[in-house]
């Protein structure tokens, strides 16, 4: 599933005085290709804040930063800075760099660290991007590896959804039905991605001249669709005019209609099965996906429900190719020739992209507002589309989140509240008691993690890479070829992550950064700076910038080493713990190497804290509940709106009968989780309970004051109540918010 172009002997970075490639290139490129095969098998490396999604993040940022020795390697005798890649490697490290200045204030001290991480991983992708992919030979590459795992993803996918495999959500069960979600297992973010591998492989179907690779390329558009159709996505159709229409343009007219033609085709052949496919999914899902009373199982290949949907899938997917044969063979031609005249012209590159527009409005129209046409779709489908309107419950909680994080931003604006920040205060400015440890936006995250100065400079970074490519594609059309691949792939997924969080997939954060690299590789040569070319750095000058780049990529590897070792090891505790196999002094030990490793690690302490006061409910030694103490002091210091770390505390002064030491505690949690309804329950508990010792103590003052502040408490109640009733009637609530039991008795007692 790549392109084959003829090379020819430019000056490529890394290429010898014959035109050959040097090894240290065709190592870098395989190394990248590989990643991507094989590390989107851990949940797409997805970042959800807890420490088990940890080890296979580090483990694959370990893996990036070896690799990147490579290039470095070149860069230290070549990096010069007149030439715009020189510029942009180190215009993507202020990424990085924001994002540890940002962790100067952060909120979660392991989070803002974990993040630097993250960027500086995205960076040296983009950097491996850029000088790997100079030569034509190891861009087919990384193409090819790339373009392979999406095609392994899908299959993996397929396998899943007639169930000859299972893997826990790869079939994700929504309200309304199953949803595909392949490795990702999320539906929205496998949908951002099947959209960039859809368009890809529509650019590689009408663009290469290799015959095998484009008809493999044109087999393949169906399965992609139908597993697009299969998210159930509504965002993610959005999306796919907007990048088609961003991307044509840069199409010869003949190749645009190429392109146009080959989609069309595909997704009416794909549309036709969609329905019997969809059945076939639902009656095996009842067959294989585990449930209350059964265990997941799989089903045969050759079971007449697999067998049947496999041999839709591969009957479309030859009509597909084969329609893209007789094209190519049979009219491709005449149709340049009939177009000649017409495709001279400079107004040409815009007839397609008028069409498309029209296109596109007329089938939302129809389909919107006809029944008769959503009634040839599956029912499940039929009724998401039906319900697609600017007053979806889904519409209005990202509008929601967005406007949150806007009022969190407005508290750190400038360099904001470092990595991490959206999960670990969201709660303190939301506007109802919905739960989401993400933003459900790439670019509202980023604002609120690094500020305005942060978002800008990401934007900024992106924008000019954009720049220099479509500027660079115009100007140099004899360097034109299927790095407009990368352009695509980029465009796409960074598109859909304004609506979702497809970036917290480190996987996919990868790919769009090695992506926006490739697609500038190609046009190294001519990316001079005239105002710069007098600027020559001679001897070390020119080595002081990648050997600064080499002590940062050490120091991540040496760092990220010592995480990895201390997530593995906790995980590895955790499981010992829950299967038995060790004792209390032999996990304490475990979990005080892994704290010692990372002591801003919340987690950690969390877990150590709550296991000695399991063992103090049993013996009661005193020193335990000081150990305890000790811990939780340290590690708030690291994290101070853990929840975790709050409720341990407020429960350790309980247990030392300090029940007026609880009370400042309780007020900070109800400021950072304000629609947190057990919280409102525990202060006016233990309001309720010094108010009654202070009466017994004749104190009259002081059981006033906690009256009125539990008469407060229940007014606060009240007020948020009131707001949840504002809440349009489409809209979800999220978490319950009433006054319990617990609660109505205190305020009883006051009576």
């Not at 490639?21 to 590989?34: F, K, N, Q």
């Not at 499940?380 to 949150?404: C, G, M, P």
């Not at 407009?484 to 954060?509: N, P």
Request: glycine residues 6%; contains cysteine; charged residues 15%.
């Amino acid at each position: 599933m790549g392109a084959r172009q003829k090379a020819t002997k430019r000056d490529y970075p890394g290429n010898t005085g014959r035109g050959e490639v040097s090894p240290l290139w065709w190592l870098g490129a395989i190394g990248l290709a590989l990643f991507f095969i094989f590390f989107p098998y851990d949940r797409g490396l997805f970042n959800g804040y807890e420490s088990s999604f940890e080890p296979p993040i580090y483990k694959s940022a370990i893996y990036i930063f070896i690799l990147s020795f490579l290039p470095l390697i070149y860069l230290i005798r070549n990096w010069k800075i007149s030439n715009h890649t020189g510029i942009m490697s180190i215009a993507v490290m202020l990424i990085p760099l924001v994002y540890w200045i940002s962790s100067m204030q952060a909120v979660s001290d392991y989070y803002a660290d974990f993040m630097v991480m993250v960027y500086g991983m995205f960076a040296l992708f983009f950097i491996n991007g850029l000088y790997t992919a100079g030569a034509v030979q190891t861009r087919y590459i990384i193409e090819g590896g790339i373009m392979i795992a999406g095609g392994i993803i899908v299959l993996f996918g397929l396998f899943n959804l007639f169930g000859q495999t299972y893997y826990m959500d790869a079939l994700w069960r929504a309200h309304d039905g199953y949803r595909l979600t392949s490795v990702f297992q999320y539906s929205n973010t496998y949908a951002g991605f099947l959209i960039a591998l859809f368009l890809a492989c529509l650019y590689y179907a009408s663009h290469s001249g290799n015959r095998y690779i484009r008809l493999m390329n044109a087999a393949f558009l169906v399965p992609i669709w139908i597993s697009f159709m299969l998210t159930f996505s509504r965002g993610a159709f959005v999306i796919i005019p907007i990048v088609v229409l961003l991307t044509i343009p840069l199409l010869k007219l003949t190749k645009q209609i190429t392109y146009l033609l080959y989609m069309v085709f595909s997704v009416a052949v794909s549309m036709i099965i969609l329905g019997k496919i969809t059945t076939i999914m639902n009656d095996i899902a009842a067959i294989v996906q585990p449930t209350g009373s059964k265990t997941p199982s799989t089903i045969s290949l050759f079971n007449s429900l697999p067998a049947t949907g496999w041999g839709l899938l591969l009957a479309a997917s030859l009509v597909s190719a084969a329609f893209v044969w007789l094209y190519h063979a049979k009219l491709e031609t005449w149709v340049e020739s009939k177009l000649a005249r017409i495709a001279d012209r400079k107004w040409s590159f815009l007839l397609i992209p008028a069409l498309i527009v029209v296109i596109t409005i007329a089938s939302a129209a129809l389909l919107l507002s006809s029944p008769a046409v959503r009634g040839l779709l599956p029912q499940q489908l039929a009724d998401r589309f039906e319900n697609i309107n600017f007053n979806q419950h889904s519409v209005l909680e990202r509008l929601t989140f967005y406007k949150d994080g806007l009022k969190a931003a407005s508290d750190y604006p400038v360099i904001g509240a470092g990595g991490g920040a959206w999960q670990a205060m969201y709660e303190q400015y939301q506007n109802n008691p919905y739960e989401s440890r993400q933003a459900h936006s790439f670019y509202v995250q980023v604002l609120v993690e690094v500020g305005w100065l942060g978002l800008a400079i990401l934007i900024g970074f992106i924008a000019y890479a954009y720049f220099l490519y479509i500027r660079s594609h115009i100007r140099h059309p004899e360097l034109r070829g299927s790095h407009l691949v990368f352009f695509i792939l980029s465009l796409s997924l960074l598109a859909h992550s304004a609506m979702d969080f497809d970036m917290s997939y480190v996987y996919i954060g990868a790919l769009v950064f090695l992506s926006l690299g490739c697609m500038l590789a190609p046009f190294r040569n001519k990316l001079e700076i005239a105002s710069l070319s007098n600027v020559q750095f001679n001897d070390w000058r020119k080595s002081v910038y990648p050997a600064l780049l080499a002590v940062i990529c050490f120091t991540l590897l040496i760092v990220t080493s010592i995480h990895y070792s201390a997530a593995s090891r906790y995980n590895e505790t955790i499981t010992m713990a829950v299967e038995q196999k060790a004792s209390y002094a032999q996990l304490m030990e475990m979990l005080d190497k892994s704290i010692d490793q990372a002591p801003d690690q919340a987690t950690y302490s969390v877990t150590k804290v709550s296991w000695i006061l399991q063992v103090y409910e049993q013996s009661k030694d005193p020193e335990l509940l000081k150990q305890a103490q000790q811990t939780l002091d340290s590690a708030r210091k690291h994290d101070e709106y853990n929840r975790g770390l709050l409720s341990l505390q407020i429960r350790l002064h309980q247990l030392n009968g300090k029940l007026e030491d609880t009370l400042p505690v309780l007020d900070e949690a109800l400021l950072k989780f304000p629609w947190m309804i057990e919280m409102y329950e525990h202060a006016m508990l233990a309001y309720g309970d010094v108010r009654r010792i202070a009466l017994q103590s004749k104190d009259e003052e002081k059981a006033s004051q906690y009256e009125q502040r539990i008469r407060d408490l229940e007014a606060e109640v009240n007020r948020r109540m009131t707001m949840l009733e504002t809440l349009p009637e489409e809209q979800k609530q999220g978490r319950s918010f009433y006054f319990t039991t617990p609660m109505k008795e205190v305020l009883a007692s006051l009576k």
